[in-house]
């Protein structure tokens, strides 16, 4: 069943709440993986499922990093991970309605996920944060032969890194059923 605007922004709004304090909290969570400035880490939320909060230093400046997240309408023109995004909607509050499609895994044997996500921008303190979760709209159901993907609270954030003006922090943190 489709969500109201002020439905979306208000689920929204709290998932980012939601998402900004599990990322910054730092008990719990177990190294999955490290490679160079990027580590993976996981830990179960309060709900019982496993969410991912990846770091990683990064070689860009945080104002061009977070212009190439904004822009959701061009994040395929770097994001191979991605064949289709683009924004259905924007509503108050600095949220906005985005429609995205992964490509396939492991050779065709993870088929594409379709998902459609309610994002809201925040910035404070020099750190940027877009966060949000999944949301239902009329304008996309599910559709048949694609499986729908449904995520939890989440967010990425953008830190300046002191004395490094060309480099960020970059954190993800991932709540996703695919």
Known sequence: MSQ??????????????????????EDGWKVV???GEAMVKSKKNK???????????????????????LD?????????TLTESKTIKKLD??????Y???TEGGGGIVSARDFVYGSKTVEKNGTFT???????????????????????PGCQMVQPVEGESGKSNFIWLMDCDY
């Open 33 to 35: 993986k490290e490679e």
């Open 93 to 98: 509050g600095d949220v906005k309605v985005s």
């Open 47 to 69: 709900d019982g499922r496993k969410v991912w909060l990846c770091t990683a230093l990064v070689d860009i400046s945080p104002k061009d990093l977070w212009a190439k997240l």
């Open 100 to 102: 995205q499609v992964t």
């Open 130 to 152: 877009m966060g949000g979760m999944s949301v239902e709209v009329a304008d996309k159901p599910e559709q048949k032969g694609r499986v729908r993907a449904v995520h939890g």
């Open 4 to 25: 109201t605007d002020e439905q979306i922004v208000e689920l929204v709004s709290a998932a980012l709440e939601s998402a900004m304090e599990l990322a910054n909290e």
């Open 72 to 80: 959701t309408d061009n994040l395929t023109s770097w994001n191979t």
